[in-house]
């Protein structure tokens, strides 16, 4: 299967111009109940992991990005991020929503991104104004996982709110912040092939849409490039001579050292390439990061 199959299959099953129609309708609407919104993101892959309409969609509104899975991203990337975010005048920080790191400093961002509104309702008298953020994500980068760490952390109560969308839940996450979860996703756009393998490289795609063999040779053509001393190291690699070989073959030598072996002595690729994703995916190859900040 060649990868512009693969794209269109991609697609075909995640594409749905009618239903993402409604998701921006549904935010457009929501939008008009919060004072802020927080958007997550991987910070693997910050690019790629983000829907552009989100940021055309939020504009008017003070925003938060949420660096997540940044114990699996390199750190130093993640830090030239949290700096280019703060030059577009964005608040972002890093956190991994699994070992609940950086979940404690979410609130004092969002407070921080609110003060100029939350000063000037002071001003008015109001002292305690009630303050409401929406959360925003692609599927699978770790939205409901973070909602559930922060709402379980400040031990709040759910409450249905009058003249709220239905479907729409609110969380009082602090002494005057609330969080609205929203039903409604949006994927990005797969118009482009980097885009499209780097969501699958980090699992964000499921694997039995993709030629996981192609998917794999395509992560090694990189690593190669990158030859972080940890996949080096697993697989017992000369990184001096990597970059000559093949990647497909490659695949190969790293499935013999793993004992991947068929009859006939030849090598299971397709059995390599899921091992070679799974660790890729659970950062034993290293903390990498696919994509800088331009």
Same mark, same amino acid.
Request: glycine share 6%.
């Given at each position: 299967?060649?990868w512009?199959?693969?794209?269109?299959?991609?697609?075909?099953?995640?594409?749905?111009?009618?239903h993402m129609?409604?998701?921006?309708?549904q935010?457009?609407?929501n939008?008009?109940l919060?004072?802020?919104v927080?958007e997550?993101?991987?910070?693997?892959?910050?690019?790629?992991?983000?829907?552009?309409?989100?940021?055309?969609?939020?504009?008017?509104?003070?925003?938060?990005?949420?660096?997540?899975k940044c114990?699996?991203?390199?750190?130093?990337?993640?830090?030239?991020?949290?700096?280019?975010?703060?030059?577009?005048?964005?608040i972002?920080?890093?956190?991994?929503c699994?070992?609940?790191?950086?979940?404690?400093?979410?609130?004092?961002?969002l407070?921080?991104?609110?003060?100029d509104?939350?000063?000037?309702?002071?001003?008015?008298?109001?002292?305690?104004p009630?303050?409401?953020?929406?959360?925003?994500g692609?599927?699978?980068?770790?939205?409901?996982?973070?909602?559930?760490?922060v709402?379980?952390?400040?031990?709040?109560?759910?409450?249905?709110?009058?003249g709220?969308?239905?479907?729409?839940?609110?969380?009082t996450?602090?002494?005057?912040?609330?969080m609205?979860?929203?039903?409604?996703?949006?994927?990005?756009?797969?118009d482009?092939?980097?885009t499209?393998?780097?969501?699958?490289?980090?699992?964000a +795609?499921?694997d039995?849409?993709? #030629?996981? /063999?192609?998917? !794999?040779?395509? @992560? $090694? *053509?990189?690593?190669?490039?990158? &030859?972080?001393?940890?996949f080096?190291?697993?697989f017992?690699?000369?990184?001096?001579?990597?970059?000559?070989?093949?990647?497909?073959?490659?695949?190969?030598?790293?499935?013999?050292?793993?004992?991947?072996? +068929?009859?006939?002595?030849?090598? #299971?690729? /397709?059995?390599? !390439?899921?091992m @070679? $994703? *799974?660790?890729?995916?659970?950062? &034993?190859?290293?903390?990498?990061?696919?994509?800088?900040?331009?």
């Amino acid at each position: 299967m060649f990868w512009s199959d693969i794209m269109s299959e991609m697609q075909n099953i995640q594409w749905f111009p009618g239903h993402m129609t409604k998701t921006k309708r549904q935010i457009e609407k929501n939008l008009k109940l919060v004072d802020a919104v927080a958007e997550i993101i991987d910070a693997r892959i910050p690019i790629s992991s983000r829907n552009p309409d989100i940021a055309q969609l939020v504009t008017s509104k003070p925003r938060i990005v949420l660096l997540n899975k940044c114990d699996m991203a390199d750190e130093k990337a993640t830090k030239l991020w949290i700096e280019h975010f703060k030059k577009q005048g964005i608040i972002a920080i890093a956190i991994d929503c699994k070992s609940n790191k950086g979940i404690n400093a979410f609130v004092p961002a969002l407070k921080n991104a609110l003060q100029d509104k939350i000063d000037a309702y002071k001003r008015k008298g109001m002292l305690n104004p009630s303050m409401r953020v929406m959360i925003v994500g692609i599927p699978n980068v770790g939205k409901s996982t973070f909602i559930n760490r922060v709402f379980k952390q400040n031990k709040a109560k759910t409450a249905d709110k009058p003249g709220v969308t239905r479907g729409n839940q609110w969380f009082t996450i602090s002494k005057g912040f609330e969080m609205l979860d929203t039903p409604g996703v949006l994927w990005p756009k797969f118009d482009d092939q980097l885009t499209g393998e780097r969501l699958a490289f980090t699992g964000a +795609i499921k694997d039995q849409i993709i #030629d996981v /063999e192609l998917l !794999a040779v395509r @992560l $090694l *053509d990189l690593l190669k490039e990158l &030859k972080t001393p940890d996949f080096i190291a697993r697989f017992k690699l000369d990184g001096d001579t990597i970059s000559d070989i093949d990647s497909y073959e490659l695949l190969q030598i790293i499935g013999k050292k793993r004992g991947m072996l +068929i009859s006939g002595g030849e090598v #299971d690729t /397709e059995r390599a !390439a899921i091992m @070679l $994703l *799974d660790e890729f995916r659970a950062a &034993k190859l290293g903390k990498i990061t696919l994509e800088f900040p331009d």
